[in-house]
DNA sequence: TTGTGTTTTATTGCCTCC
DNA sequence: GGAGGCAATAAAACACAA
């Protein structure tokens, strides 16, 4: 017997484990005849079938000669107390959910005429286990979701790490051939006879001259102050110039906000000054006066930074 | 034993379909 | 309009720790 309630000291103790009973259903105990006080839930021991299901096994113990009256009318006056299924009675009804979890009339009659319970109480236990079913199903699928959101932030956060090494490894570059460029220059002027201003090597329009405030001097002429003694020409790094030091040698491996993203793009403005460069890599214009991409194509920009 | 959380059985109300 | 399904809920039964 499934569960083991509390009223297992009678005859009708033990019907009543196996059957829900009205205590209002006076008449209908002892000539086992259908009844209805309009409820729905109300169970007979006779089945929608017709059959009097006590004769099933499952009632064989329930003998109503037994009983006196007085017994009788206390339990009947008791309040309706709910009753477990046997563990065989739900193994069955298992079994058959696993086949089909849906059940059409005819099964539902059979099934109750097999299980001695009433058509309306195996269509509850369907029903219930359908919802139970559903639930553990929405678990199971939440559970494969975020088994999957995880392996794709797994997969999205290496992305970022590797995006960020490769931007460094841009800006770094970019340092360098800015250096060279400007070294290459220098030689230029130093051997230049002719007064006046030199030839600026690199375009700048004049909108970039607004855009861009602080252009080397020499790319830029009149644009920068900035001296460094480390280096032939002073040692320019537009990243030191605005303050970062630590930033074009030290990438920010982390996570990026967008407010640092935002920053950081700010700071990068500076290095766009190398129109010559376009030129050589028009199929991929990682260093336009015009558009700055950090060595990126556009449609990478569009997303970045990724709102993590 | 008792308090508490979980599971199971059943009800109610609403919706859809025929 | 009745039958049946589902979601939400109630309440009894059960499990279990303190």
Redesign the pocket.
Known sequence: ???????EGSAIASLL?K??VSPSSDAFFFYGSSFSVG?????SFEDASGVNVSKNPFFQAFDPHEIGEEELDEYLHQ???????TTE??HF?EKNFELE?????ER?IQLAKDLG??P??V??????????W?TKHLEKEYEDLQASYNSLKADCDGLLKENDKLKTEVLVLTDKLLIKARGTQNSKLSNASSPGPPENPVACSKGEEERISTVPEDVCPGKSEISDSDSPNGGYSPLREHGDSSYAFEPDLSDSSQDEDYTRNENLQHLCVFPKLEETRDDYPILSTSSCHFGFPPEDQASWPWPY
């Open positions: 017997m499934a569960g083991g309630g509390g009223c484990q059957q829900r409820s729905r839930s109300m169970v309040p309706e107390k709910k009753r477990r299924l009675q739900v009804l979890n849906k059940l059409e009339p539902k319970l009433q309306r109480q269509a509850i236990w369907f029903q219930n286990r359908r919802a139970r559903k």
